[in-house]
């Protein structure tokens, strides 16, 4: 069973950085496509960042450049630095995995979810 645990989340300034983690808990850690993905009040859950065994990444225009994702496949982890942080990033924030080895843009590509993280970012 597979199990996605996020951490990192919280109040920040308009400018500031977060860093977002996820532990994974299950088999064969590397084979999965990873991604974490936000849903701000009343709004769809929106693709944020993919990676598919550490060799491709991909960003939402609207974070690229500011946030970066990595995975350690040695301890079964991936990250989200978040820097330069906007009000329009506040939302929930969730990791997902994916077991098929698509890109992981789209929820339905994931096979799992975390419990989510919120962000929060305001003065």
């Known amino acids: 069973q597979v199990q996605l645990v996020e951490s990192g989340g919280g109040l920040v300034q308009p400018g500031g950085s977060l860093r977002l983690s996820c532990a994974y808990s299950g088999p064969t850690f590397s084979v999965y496509t990873m991604g974490w993905f936000r849903q701000a009040p009343g709004k769809e859950r929106e693709f944020v960042a993919t990676?598919?065994?550490?060799?491709?990444?991909y960003y939402a225009d609207s974070v690229k450049g500011r946030f970066t994702m990595g995975r350690d496949n040695a301890k079964n982890t991936v990250f989200l630095e978040m820097n330069n942080l906007k009000p329009d990033d506040t939302a929930v924030y969730y990791c997902?995995?994916?077991?098929?080895?698509?890109?992981?843009?789209?929820?339905?590509?994931?096979?799992?979810w975390g419990q989510g993280t919120q962000v929060t970012v305001s003065s």
């Open positions: 997902a995995a994916g077991r098929s080895g698509a890109l992981g843009l789209r929820p339905n590509e994931y096979d799992y």
């Open positions: 990676t598919r065994w550490s060799r491709d990444t």
